[in-house]
């Protein structure tokens, strides 16, 4: 699709894409910005799939809605796929996740300990609901890895690289990655994706960014 189609402020455009007829409806001409490229309120974005509403944003998108939009106009069936988040300044982080759409919300702990703690070699730990699910010694040399774990009964592979942690201190970014497989696929996530199957659920996956520098 040509990008330069949504170079104006405000606008509509329909296309077609994989059977399916897309509109999407913008208006950014009295956005407000902060320090980044997203803006805070005065727009809206709304994204119109096969006549459902699959993604409204933005403060004024309700009442554009309201105004330009068919009456009963039905919203489409979503599942949150992808999300990721970034921390810096420390070496613990915390955040929350659901791991389908079914589930409930997890908090998810992940902690460096060290020298700090009275201890030679770093440990890497990773909670869930308070829970202890991976331990890893010596992570300077275990900088990257992977294990499984359950939650809501369903596989999770957790996925972890911290080398920028110890040997990049200028970038000094770790990465750790959760996302959910079929529980009657004993292949790790990475495999299955050179697999052509049909899948039965929506995976879910989970990417954090974490680094030590603020």
């Not at 296309?15 to 409806?25: H, L, M, R, T, W």
């Not at 869930?128 to 890893?136: E, F, G, L, S, T």
């Not at 529980?183 to 990475?190: A, E, M």
Request: charged content about 30%; some cysteine; hydrophobic content about 40%.
């Amino acid at each position: 699709m040509n990008s330069r189609l949504f170079r104006k402020k405000k606008g509509n455009k329909a296309f077609d894409f994989d059977d399916s007829k897309i509109e999407v409806f913008w208006d950014l001409s009295t956005a407000n910005y902060r320090t980044g490229p997203e803006p805070v309120d005065g727009f809206y974005l709304l994204i119109i799939v096969d006549s459902e509403l699959g993604l409204s944003l933005g403060d004024m998108a309700e009442e554009f809605a309201a105004k330009k939009l068919k009456s009963g106009t039905p919203n489409a069936k979503l599942s949150l796929i992808s999300r990721t988040e970034h921390y810096s300044g420390n070496t613990l982080y915390s955040t929350n996740a659901r791991f389908s759409d079914t589930g409930v919300s997890h908090e998810i702990l992940i902690r460096c300990s060290g020298e700090e703690e009275g201890l030679r070699n770093p440990v890497l730990s990773v909670f869930v609901d308070k829970k202890k699910v991976i331990r890893v010694k010596r992570l300077q040399w275990n900088f990257r890895g992977n294990q499984t774990i359950f939650v809501d009964g369903l596989l999770v592979d957790l996925l972890w690289d911290v080398h920028d942690w110890f040997f990049n201190p200028a970038s000094g970014i770790a990465v750790f990655m959760f996302r959910t497989r079929s529980g009657l696929d004993s292949r790790l996530w990475l495999e299955e994706k050179l697999v052509k199957k049909e899948q039965d659920s929506v995976e879910f996956s989970l990417l954090i960014y974490a680094c030590k520098n603020p």
